[in-house]
């Protein structure tokens, strides 16, 4: 007999994970292989078991003859964790659900924009009906923080230790403490570190390219901006280690820069 009755065998809650996004140029799996191993330097756990949601877009068209069985297991050699498949048409999606995969959807933002009018084109007759109905409104007020709040950075005060992992949603990551060896600290924004930077830092990690990784002494074993890694299996230059630093996109290059002369590495 269960000691407590009320104790439920299982709960379904909600909850969320970080995965990376696995981008495919190409079908061929010896040639996303090779693509990999040099990817990952041979570093054995380079990409330390994270989740992975394939994503199909930048196919230049959609076969239907993907292996998505040696895919996965492909990538799991590689300590990626396939999860889901992002940008499948639907006529895939019954190989997908059934290689254990789920359908990742993104709902594309609104593109279409209205033309200017130019002298002398005759005005569209729903748009002037808009314009006599619409009331009239006082001058706009100047924008600020108490109409459009700011997103609040998430600020970490202690150190982050080997096997932890931060995430910072939606916002910019601090953290004034340091950032041990097999840490991980990852924000959809900017990353500053006031301290030593010794672990795995992750900026734009839902694609932001502008993001930024700034460290008082950057000494990472991985950074990544927007997805594009870089590691430093013989550590940095020696100008730049320890020293006060940041990290960010140079197309597809990752660019570290000293803080105090800008020369970059």
């Given at each position: 007999m269960p000691k407590n009755k009320t104790r439920k065998p299982i709960e379904i809650k909600i909850a969320t994970v970080v995965a990376v996004s696995v981008i495919l140029h190409d079908v061929d799996l010896s040639v996303l292989d090779n693509a990999l191993k040099e990817m990952t330097g041979g570093i054995s756990d380079f990409f330390d078991n994270e989740f992975a949601v394939i994503d199909i877009a930048a196919l230049e068209d959609s076969p239907n003859d993907i292996d998505w069985g040696a895919l996965v297991r492909l990538l799991k050699t590689y300590q990626l964790n396939a999860v889901a498949v992002r940008n499948a048409p639907e006529s895939m999606h019954p190989a997908v659900i059934g290689n254990g995969l789920s359908i990742d959807t993104v709902i594309a933002p609104r593109?279409?924009?209205?033309?200017?009018?130019?002298?002398?084109?005759?005005?569209?007759?729903?748009?002037?009906?808009?314009?006599?109905?619409?009331?009239?409104?006082?001058?706009?007020?100047?924008?600020?923080?108490?109409?459009?709040?700011?997103?609040?950075?998430?600020?970490?005060?202690?150190?982050?230790?080997?096997?932890?992992?931060?995430?910072?949603?939606?916002?910019?990551?601090?953290?004034?403490?340091?950032?041990?060896?097999?840490?991980?600290?990852?924000?959809?924004?900017?990353?500053?570190?006031?301290?030593?930077?010794?672990?795995?830092?992750?900026?734009?990690?839902?694609?932001?390219?502008?993001?930024?990784?700034?460290?008082?002494?950057?000494?990472?074993?991985?950074?990544?901006?927007?997805?594009?890694?870089?590691?430093?299996?013989?550590?940095?230059?020696?100008?730049?280690?320890?020293?006060?630093?940041?990290?960010?996109?140079?197309?597809?290059?990752?660019?570290?820069?000293?803080?105090?002369?800008?020369?970059?590495?």
């Open positions: 593109t279409d924009s209205i033309a200017p009018l130019t002298a002398g084109q005759p005005i569209d007759e729903s748009a002037a009906d808009v314009e006599q109905v619409a009331p009239s409104t006082p001058p706009a007020s100047p924008v600020t923080s108490a109409t459009f709040p700011l997103q609040q950075p998430m600020i970490v005060d202690t150190p982050v230790r080997a096997g932890q992992k931060i995430y910072a949603r939606g916002t910019d990551l601090i953290i004034t403490a340091m950032v041990n060896n097999g840490a991980e600290i990852i924000a959809d924004g900017s990353i500053h570190v006031y301290a030593p930077l010794r672990g795995r830092a992750l900026a734009g990690a839902s694609g932001d390219t502008e993001a930024r990784i700034f460290a008082t002494a950057m000494e990472p074993e991985l950074v990544s901006i927007a997805g594009v890694y870089r590691t430093f299996e013989n550590g940095l230059p020696a100008e730049l280690k320890g020293q006060a630093a940041q990290v960010r996109l140079n197309g597809d290059r990752i660019d570290v820069i000293s803080l105090n002369s800008a020369s970059r590495a």
